[in-house]
């Protein structure tokens, strides 16, 4: 196999490849595999499916997208093709995880593709496509099945992160800091994951035993009280679906999270990274909530978009995660805005507008859906991650008490 594909080093991506089907899905014999990825991923979706099959596989389908064809429907399409999303196939990949297919995700597209096209008309699709998806969705968001994210270096993505670079030049450079934050630049990627998992596990376990009722957030244009739901449990690294694999379902992770209580939200705060959102940039993010829903929203850029995603549902005003992120992580560390959630949202404490993780609840997998919004946990058809964790940031821990516990100083574990 050649050594390079156009800048990027064939060796790691090769253990990109077997990292997310050893690590991200851990992938059972026999287990099928669906996945999704831009045409450009094609490289890494090759790999993917070879280690798979080595592993076992039964069936590997992809799905491939591109942004050409992308375009092409903004461009041309009829009006109320916006309001449609293809359900019958989104029924299937539901029909699909309901028999224990495995889920992988390549990311890799232009983050500002649809920046030039009709935010209402982007709207109007995401939100079909949002309804249209529900069926897949829920099995994602309850954990029924091992599913997996990670990231190919795509050319308009590259240029978007490193946008004086040449086009090859970009895409090696986004390459190499997709490798070294999936922790295959080293010599055994496998042992390192074992290694930050343990490491993560420790956080939870500590969060876990503290069983606070809130944090409080403060920093610059942030001061944030989030209240968190009855019996949350907080997770992070590899945690075990409902299917019991066991597996990491973002490529990279940095983070700890849980379930907010979706009533129980005060206060203000301030974005302190870009969200790149369905091809959108929204910067200079600014809510304020009263009762756990937004009353008052902001941005310097994208408000429009911002303004329509509150408007998805009654659940989209409120918060469905709350995850903790040293300041000092590896992502935030390379000094790279990646445009990209995946790696941004590692970068940063952040909070999710949307529905919420039923995992993230003790006993979470024996709750019914009425159980968890009891408890306080958030259904919406959005769930989208934004940055709120800086070097200025401080967290207390909140008992039912009202005494206060240190969780993070400057933008670090305290």
Request: proline share 5%.
């Amino acid at each position: 196999m050649n050594k390079h594909v156009s800048g990027i080093d064939a060796a790691k991506l090769d253990k990109l490849a077997q990292v997310a089907v050893k690590v991200g899905l851990n992938l059972q014999p026999g287990q099928d595999l669906f996945l999704t990825a831009p045409v450009a991923a094609l490289p890494l979706v090759r790999r993917i499916a070879e280690h798979a099959y080595k592993a076992g596989a039964g069936l590997v389908t992809p799905i491939l997208s591109d942004e050409a064809l992308t375009l092409a429907r903004y461009r041309f399409g009829q009006d109320a093709s916006f309001d449609r999303a293809p359900s019958w196939l989104y029924e299937g990949v539901g029909k699909a995880f309901a028999a224990n297919t495995a889920r992988l995700a390549i990311v890799g597209d232009n983050p500002m593709l649809l920046a030039e096209q009709d935010p209402a008309k982007v709207a109007r699709a995401n939100k079909a496509n949002s309804i249209a998806y529900q069926p897949a969705l829920e099995k994602i968001a309850n954990f029924d099945i091992n599913w997996n994210i990670v990231s190919y270096p795509g050319a308009a993505w590259a240029q978007q992160v490193f946008p004086d670079d040449a086009e090859d030049v970009a895409v090696a450079r986004l390459a190499e800091a997709i490798f070294a934050a999936s922790r295959v630049d080293r010599d055994d990627p496998i042992a390192a994951w074992a290694e930050h998992n343990a490491a993560l596990a420790q956080r939870t376990k500590w969060l876990n035993g503290q069983r606070f009722s809130a944090l409080h957030f403060t920093g610059p244009g942030t001061n944030l009280t989030i209240g968190l739901a009855d019996g949350h449990e907080w997770e992070g690294g590899a945690s075990t679906a409902k299917n019991g694999v066991t597996c990491n379902a973002n490529i990279p992770t940095e983070e700890v999270f849980t379930t907010p209580h979706a009533r129980r939200v005060e206060g203000h705060v301030s974005s302190t990274k870009p969200l790149s959102y369905q091809g959108t940039l929204i910067d200079n993010i600014q809510v304020r909530f009263e009762e756990g829903r937004i009353v008052e929203a902001k941005a310097s850029r994208g408000e429009e978009v911002l303004n329509k995603v509150l408007d998805t549902d009654e659940g989209a005003r409120r918060l469905g995660e709350v995850a903790l992120v040293p300041h000092s992580s590896p992502i935030s560390q390379s000094g790279i805005l990646f445009y990209n959630t995946l790696f941004d949202e590692n970068a940063s404490c952040h909070i999710a507008l949307g529905q919420c993780y039923s995992k993230c609840f003790i006993d979470g997998t024996k709750l019914t859906p009425e159980q968890i919004a009891a408890q306080g946990g958030n259904r919406s058809l959005i769930h989208i991650d934004w940055m709120i964790g800086s070097g200025q940031v401080d967290i207390d821990g909140i008992k039912p008490d009202g005494s206060r516990v240190a969780v993070f100083r400057k933008g670090e574990w305290a």
